[in-house]
């Protein structure tokens, strides 16, 4: 029984009978598959979830069921199978907060409404944080019980030999480990008793009738409360000016009155020195994942890092640490680590093609030279181009999308494309070739193969973050896509 199949069947048992269509959700980097399952007759819906660990399943069921028995905005858990590799849980629906405030992120210019939303979001964290972390069994959480001194310590040690040692920034490994050691003693010098999200950023909070809903929270575990807002006021690429800074910093400092009385000095000392711990975590991050594994998503990410490093500098967060004041002064205002540009990584070498094509006109030529790559019959899926009310469309619109997603066999298929895919260009990026294709074909290169090249196309530019150029042929259409 495949991925799917499991989770349609525990749909089955514990919200209904009927048909369960299944349809991928787009992630964010997780190993998790999300999948948004639809009943019909009724129109019922509840989000699937395919874990690669079985521990941290349990771990989020747990605390979806501790949560949500305390009336906290979190999913409501629905049933899991019995190896607990797979469960169900309500549909919060399709609007991400980071998705609500793009335009923000983009211009740098947040609207009322935007901020408001920001705002919304933390006023409801120490909520979860303090009345979530009431009778809580921390030793469910995973990977561990709370973030505690050694764990403290390898978030620094990251950032030291993912990120900082590939900057050509000299420093003094004792005086170094001297400033690490001292920063960790201080932020864990303040008594706590919450549960700690640690990954509270804004992707991770859902909009549903206008109200946040928290999700991701199963890596979550006992910690500093003011870690959750250090990553979610100062998330890199969110780029949030001081003002919506000040804002949504204030709005969290008075709700946390309600269980913590801090005077603000002393909360705005306490945060600024998380949000120079934290930022140190985010880089080492970018390093590994950006500047080792060649990512682009994460190259990108690093110029918000490092602006927020500047103005973190400008405060006496790192008065206590003049070693690490004076390394992160030097590596600040290392202008190359704004201006990287992807041309410098191998990433950028490589071009993949996707074309979508017709049978009857032939296999799409490879211009590079190679002899061509992956071609993929798509003919055998059940044909929308049969009925007139589908014949104008083609596979990138909805109602196409949706009839050949219904019975989920087209969503198998593109599974095994992407695993096909995923270790092909992971090879070639190794190899450092430069061109790779994958071509789709069906009678009339206008429905399947077009629904089949266009995910396909996305997949591998989000996921590797390299140049792919998208060629639906018979329709003349091409996309270009450069994450």
Excluded at 386 to 411: N, W
Aim: glycine share 8%; hydrophobic share 35%.
């Amino acid at each position: 029984m495949g991925d799917t199949d499991i989770l349609a069947a525990l749909c089955r048992e514990h919200i209904g009978p009927g048909t369960w269509a299944n349809k991928l959700i787009k992630g964010e980097g997780s190993n998790r598959k999300y999948y948004r399952l639809t009943r019909t007759p009724g129109g019922d819906s509840c989000i699937g979830v395919i874990g690669e660990d079985r521990k941290e399943n349990e771990a989020f069921i747990y605390l979806s069921e501790h949560f949500k028995g305390k009336g906290l905005p979190v999913p409501a858990f629905i049933a899991a199978s019995e190896d607990h590799m797979a469960y169900i849980q309500e549909d919060l629906g399709d609007t991400p907060l980071y998705n609500a405030i793009a335009n923000g992120i983009k211009t740098g210019v947040f609207s009322a409404e935007e901020t408001q939303h920001l705002q919304q979001a933390i006023a409801s964290l120490p909520a979860l944080q303090f009345e979530g972390g009431a009778d809580l069994d921390f030793g469910k959480c995973y990977p561990q019980a709370e973030m505690d001194r050694r764990a403290i310590m390898w978030d620094l040690n990251y950032f030291k030999y993912c990120f900082l040692k590939l900057q050509n920034v000299g420093f003094s490994e004792p005086q170094l480990e001297d400033d690490f050691e001292r920063l960790a003693g201080n932020i864990l010098r303040t008594p706590y008793h919450n549960f700690m999200v640690r990954d509270f950023q804004s992707r991770n909070v859902m909009l549903k009738d206008g109200k946040p809903y928290f999700i991701d929270y199963q890596g979550g575990r006992k910690g500093p409360f003011l870690y959750d807002v250090a990553s979610f006021v100062w998330q890199a690429k969110a780029n949030l000016p001081q003002n919506v800074k000040k804002q949504l910093t204030d709005t969290y400092y008075e709700a946390l009155r309600k269980y913590v009385v801090l005077p603000r000095e002393t909360f705005d000392h306490l945060l600024m020195e998380m949000v120079l711990f934290r930022t140190l975590q985010v880089l080492g991050a970018y390093g590994f994942r950006g500047l080792i594994e060649k990512k682009r998503h994460f190259i990108e990410s690093i110029p918000y890092a490092i602006k927020n490093l500047k103005e973190l500098l400008q405060t006496t967060a790192a008065d206590d640490y003049p070693h690490l004041k004076d390394v992160l002064t030097r590596l600040s205002v290392k202008e190359e680590l704004q201006l990287k540009d992807m041309k410098e990584t191998d990433n950028s070498k490589l071009t993949v093609k996707v074309y979508s094509f017709s049978y009857k006109k032939g296999i799409p030529e490879d211009e590079s030279g190679n002899g061509g790559g992956y071609v993929f019959d798509c003919r055998g899926f059940h044909n929308p181009g049969k009925y007139d009310q589908y014949k104008p469309l083609t596979g990138r619109d909805q109602a196409v999308i949706d009839f050949l997603e219904k019975d989920g066999e087209i969503l198998k298929f593109l599974e095994s494309v992407y695993s096909l895919a995923d270790a092909h260009v992971a090879r070639y990026l190794e190899r450092g070739f430069s061109s790779l294709m994958f071509c789709f074909g069906c009678t009339g290169g206008q429905h399947r193969s077009v629904y089949s090249a266009q995910h396909t196309a996305e997949h591998i530019a989000r996921k590797f973050g390299v140049k792919v150029d998208l060629v639906h042929r018979e329709q003349k259409i091409e996309e270009k896509y450069n994450y």
